[in-house]
């Protein structure tokens, strides 16, 4: 893996086990974390909190797959994406890029577009081609939610939170019903989506392509 | 036996055996100072025996030490660490007692605990100090005390003679059988007479109270002796214990057994003490025999049996309760399966005519080849009773008139009619009601009602009428011969009557034993077992009970079996738990927390103890002999029930683990050559690109990292296939159920599998009538992944394959997975789902598991999974889950 990385063009520093990371996050201030959940000192949801307490250093989550609640719970404590190994090189360079560049102080922009929808936030209104969709007001919030964290996985929790509220959290129906709603109107094929895509056991994430 | 003569082993040496053997039992060591009387110094001895263990470092600590206000002795507590006295109230006074928790908890090495004939006052934990004791060596620690010859069990009616104080506090001899060391403390008479007069044993105006009553020179003399004697037989015992423990073949012979008849009479007591020491001396176990004639026993008689039986136990025999009408062949008949060479009896108040002296006679007749013993009775004379030790059934007054009553009503019907059948005809009608009578009463009505029939048909029938005098000697004999009829037929039906209740008895006993064992026995696990106990011991004894078990680890459940008829309440369950830590019986009618509401059984195991049987009778209820042994019956056929259900689950759990463990074995055989394939690629091309680094032509280099990569990718797929089998087969399956879209599932399956796919036709229809499901996102799509994976396995590239979902009846979901492809081999159709089942034609990279996988993840969701041809051609499979809740999709206006 530090070989592919490093023939893209990134410097990378390999890092042995939890605690040694938090150190080495510190003193070297990395732009991104790669952070692998199978650490042999301590859980790999605390070496990401310990790091999210003074840094907003993107991080992306490795993990096996069938550990779902693993990685649910390292993005509700505010990792970034993750990757469930095995995993092609290809997936992983994209994943990089992507969490470099959608780095939170580059979320101002007004209007966004992925694939032919276009997104005007402070108008408030949505495009697809040329005609506008009509959108309900929780449909409008749920995008405008995927839309200012393009490109990141969202949990179930974290998007019922958010949209209806923490009273809300355990709701993980309405979050299916919505995202379904709101394909069938800005999907061209519902049932391929290009612009929602669903993260298996986890959340969805807004196509950043 | 010279061997051993010759090489006699040294005391220390056999003391260091029997230390040895403790240390392994886990059990504390009881050491107890031994005394003849009071003032001899045994407190003295056991505290300055402490202070030097205390010098070398042992934890040991005080829990119960009366000084008697004696200095020397005072002073030698200072220093040792107290445990504090428990305050008890009992009926306004504050009596102080050991506190036995508080040393538990404290847990020390060593504990001094004062006279250990002591009783605790009433509410304690246990009646007896003894009992106090026992529990704290049963929890490993060792315990110091004291004690006087005088309270010694078998010793307490010698003494009571000696003195003439009668003793009631005793220690039973078992007790000091098991102590392992006995530290005898003598002094001569002389000097403890001196030690009294000094004031050093009590204060002055009692010590002078003392010295006239029991501490007179020719008594202390006779104590001493006793104690020293007792010591010494101790030590003979010891060794003799020690030849057998070691199979040294012992100069005695051994294996003699004794049995001893005892009867619901305090005379017994005096019967039970000399057989225990008779049997001591004899080194012969002893048996007590107690035959129940299912008499009715009065409140005081049952209570003297209770007491006797207790006794018995206390100083070491084995109690049998037999049944029969006849003693003396019950006892020759219990002596002859206990293997027994004599019986020993109580010599009887009177020899003439008392049931007891015939019970004697008839063992003489009887007893061939064993020997009687017959013991005299000591202080008997004083408080001789009436009762015979034996009684009949009591009838009451009532019965005696009615029966009376009944003859004459007889007579008087009669009596207008003597002109017509004769008098003589009249005495027949006198007899047949006579011996009518038994059927309804007991000997003593109907042997009067004899005597009233004869006299009345002599008086009012036999002429010269109405006077006692009869006229010629053919009606005198009549008469007596009508007396002597009735009485024994009287006597004889009474006798029948009994045997017939003892039988009677007996049988629903038996019965009752066999219905609980076939009802235990018919039980297919621990709940049906408990459900089963529980309603057969209200059946028989009208009592609620209890179950609370254990578990592997020695604990026992906080709250009862939900089975249980009846839940303890706090106080009860630290009585049940004592229960279950002690593994002896408690609560009422025991003598341990005999104020608790139940009664409560242990259930002891091999390994730990299973659990406890609380048994709550109602409020009134007395239990006989019979009953109560019963109930004993009853509670180790249910122990042994359980503990056969415990160890039936051992074995299931082991077959399974067997089961398992040849299933890796399967798996490995053949999932090597699987592994083997691909990494044999790799490393071959892998190999060949390094070899000819130089030479290498682009097309063959590209060549050989898709075949690289195409191993490393069917390596991957086996190791998830394998990892996923070995969940499934763990029984590790727990599908976290969430809200999915099966659209979504679906999707992401496709998804997976975009380069299996690639160049075939596969259409996607999903009815729009498919809610929201409860499903595990992760299994069921892997389920759906392997199943299309399948399909695209086994079919040319270029077959098209049709996805369908739609809802059958509302409640189920179906997904179809159809191919155009050639179809199931038919004749194994029924084993696809097998696991390393491989079609025959079947292209290499499958494992052979994942249909297997997909079906226990759709099991897993309590859905099925079937597999056919389609009449049109190809296979189709298709898996059907049950809708279990359904989303309401709220609308909402669009902005």
């Known amino acids: 893996m530090e070989l592919t990385l490093e023939s893209d063009g990134y410097s990378v520093r390999l890092v042995g086990a939890g605690k040694e990371g938090i150190a080495k996050a510190a003193s070297e201030r990395p732009e991104l974390i790669i952070l692998d959940l ?29 550990a779902e609640t693993d990685i649910v719970a390292c993005l509700d404590a505010g990792a970034d994406d993750y990757l469930t190994k ?26 966004f577009s992925v694939h032919d929808l276009q997104i005007d936030l402070t108008a408030r209104t949505v495009k697809k081609g040329k005609e506008y969709v009509k959108l309900t007001a929780t449909e409008y919030a749920l995008l405008s939610l995927f839309v200012r964290n393009a490109g990141r996985v969202l949990t179930h929790n974290f998007i019922l939170e958010q949209v209806w509220g923490p009273a809300f959290s355990d709701e993980t129906q309405y979050t299916r019903v919505y995202v379904g709603q709101l394909r069938k109107k800005i999907e061209d094929d519902p049932s391929k989506p290009k612009i929602i895509l669903t993260e298996s056991g986890i959340g969805y994430r807004l196509s950043s392509e | 036996m010279s061997e051993y003569e010759d090489n006699r082993p040294n005391p220390d040496e056999l003391l260091k055996a029997l230390k040895k ?10 050491k107890i100072f031994f005394g003849m009387c009071a003032g001899v110094g045994k407190t003295y001895a056991m505290l300055s025996e402490a202070r030097d263990a205390v010098a070398k470092g042992v934890d040991v600590v005080v829990g119960y030490i009366e000084t008697h206000k004696r200095m020397e002795t005072a002073e030698l507590v200072l220093g040792l660490e107290v445990v504090p006295r428990k305050k008890v109230e009992y009926r306004g006074a504050e009596l102080e007692e050991m506190d036995i928790d508080a040393i538990l908890a404290r847990k020390p090495k060593v504990v001094l605990v ?6 605790n006052a009433p509410g304690s934990r246990h009646a007896r100090r003894y009992q106090d004791v026992q529990e704290i060596l049963a929890n490993g620690i060792d315990v110091y005390t004291t004690l006087n010859v005088q309270h010694l069990e078998s010793r307490a009616d010698t003494v009571a003679q000696i003195s003439g104080s009668i003793v009631r506090e005793t220690v039973p001899d078992s007790i000091f059988d098991a102590a392992d060391e006995i530290k005898i403390i003598d002094i001569s008479p002389d000097e403890l007479l001196k030690r009294l007069k000094e004031g050093k044993v009590y204060a002055a105006e009692r010590s002078r109270q003392a010295v006239e009553n029991f501490f007179k020179e020719g008594n202390l003399s006779a104590l001493r002796e006793m104690s020293l004697r007792v010591t010494a037989e101790r030590v003979d015992h010891q060794i003799r214990e020690y030849r057998r423990g070691q199979n040294i073949s012992s100069p005695w012979k051994s294996g003699q057994r004794l049995v001893v008849a005892i009867s619901p009479s305090p005379h017994s007591v005096s019967v039970i003490r000399w057989a225990r020491r008779v049997s001591h001396t004899m080194d012969a176990t002893w048996v007590v025999v107690y035959v129940d004639r299912s008499d009715k026993l009065s409140e005081e008689q049952r209570d003297q049996l209770a007491k006797n039986i207790k006794l018995a136990r206390e100083l070491g025999a084995e109690v049998v309760t037999t049944s029969g009408v006849d003693i003396a062949n019950a006892l020759i008949r219990v002596a002859r399966e206990q293997n027994a060479s004599q019986i020993l009896v109580g010599k009887p108040d009177r020899y003439i005519f008392s049931r007891a002296a015939r019970l004697i006679d008839n063992l003489m007749q009887r007893s061939t080849d064993l020997d009687i013993y017959i013991v005299g009775q000591e202080g008997s004379r004083s408080k001789r009773k009436i009762q015979s030790v034996i009684p009949w059934p009591q009838s009451s007054a009532v019965q005696y008139l009615t029966a009376v009553l009944l003859v004459l009503l007889a007579a008087i019907v009669s009596f207008p009619f003597q002109g017509y059948i004769g008098y003589r005809t009249v005495s027949f009608i006198l007899l047949l009601v006579v011996s009518l009578l038994p059927l309804k009463f007991g000997p003593g009505p109907t042997v009067l009602a004899a005597a009233f029939g004869a006299l009345s048909w002599d008086f009012l029938f ?22 002597v009829v009735a009485t024994v037929t009287g006597v004889l039906s009474a006798r029948v009557r009994k045997r017939e209740k003892i039988i009677r008895q007996r049988e629903a006993r038996t019965s009752a034993l066999f219905g609980l064992t076939k009802d235990l026995s018919s039980a297919h696990s621990q709940d049906e077992v408990i459900t089963t106990a529980v309603s057969n011991i209200k059946k028989y004894f009208d009592a609620d009970v209890a179950f609370i078990l254990g578990d592997a680890e020695g604990e026992m459940a906080n709250t009862p079996h939900p089975a249980s008829s009846f839940k303890p309440d706090v106080k009860e369950s630290s009585v049940a738990a004592w229960v279950y830590w002690n593994e002896k019986k408690a609560g009422k009618n025991t003598d341990t927390l005999p104020s608790a509401h139940a009664t409560y059984f242990p259930m002891s195991g091999p390994r730990y103890p299973l659990g406890v ?37 051992v074995n299931r759990k082991s077959i399974v683990v067997a089961e398992s463990e040849r299933l890796y074995k399967t798996l490995f055989d053949s999932i090597s050559h699987e592994f083997r394939t691909p990494i044999a690629t790799i490393l071959g091309v892998s190999e060949n690109l390094l070899g000819h680094e130089s030479e290498q032509r682009t097309g063959l280099r590209e060549q050989s990292v898709k075949e690289i990569h195409v191993a490393a990718e069917r390596l991957n797929r086996l190791v998830a296939n394998l990892l996923d089998m070995t969940r499934l087969e763990s029984g590790m399956i727990q599908p976290k159920l969430d809200w999915c879209d099966l659209r979504d599932v679906l999707n992401h399956a496709l998804k997976n599998l975009e380069r299996e796919l690639e160049g075939r036709n596969v259409s996607v229809d999903v009815s729009d009538d498919v809610p929201l499901m409860k499903l595990d996102f992760g299994l069921v799509e892997q389920a759906l992944t392997n199943l299309i994976h399948n399909a695209a396995l086994h079919t040319p590239s270029g077959t098209g394959m049709m996805i369908r979902s739609y809802l059958e009846e509302g409640e189920t979901c179906v997904i179809s997975v159809a191919d155009n492809g050639p179809g199931l081999p038919r004749e194994d159709i029924n084993r696809v789902f097998e696991k390393f089942y491989r079609a025959q034609n079947g292209k290499s990279g499958g494992t052979g598991l994942g249909l297997t996988i997909a079906k226990g993840f759709v099991e897993a969701h309590h859905g099925t999974i079937t597999a056919r041809n389609r009449t049109e051609g190809g296979a189709e499979f298709v898996i059907r889950l049950p809708i279990t809740e359904t989303v309401s999709k709220d609308s909402e206006e669009t902005l």
């Open chain 2, 613 to 649: 049987i609380g048994v709550k009778f109602p409020d009134d209820a007395e239990l006989s002999n019979d009953q109560e042994s019963l109930l004993e019956n009853f509670i180790s056929q249910i122990t042994s029930a359980i503990e056969r259900e415990l160890l039936n689950d």
């Open chain 2, 462 to 483: 036999i002429p010269p009428r109405f006077t006692f005098s009869i006229g010629n000697l053919e009606d005198t004999l009549l008469a007596a011969m009508f007396f």
């Open chain 1, 38 to 66: 199978g650490l042999p000192d301590i859980d790999g949801v605390e070496v990401l909190r310990k790091i999210r307490d003074w840094s907003e250093v993107p991080v992306l989550v490795l993990s096996v797959r069938d």
């Open chain 2, 114 to 119: 004062d006279e250990l004939a002591h009783t």
């Open chain 2, 21 to 30: 053997e403790d240390e392994r039992s886990g059990k504390g060591k009881l």
């Open chain 1, 86 to 111: 095995p995993f092609r090189t290809g997936e992983l360079l994209a994943r990089v890029r992507n969490a470099l560049r959608h780095r939170p102080s580059q979320q101002d922009t007004a209007v």
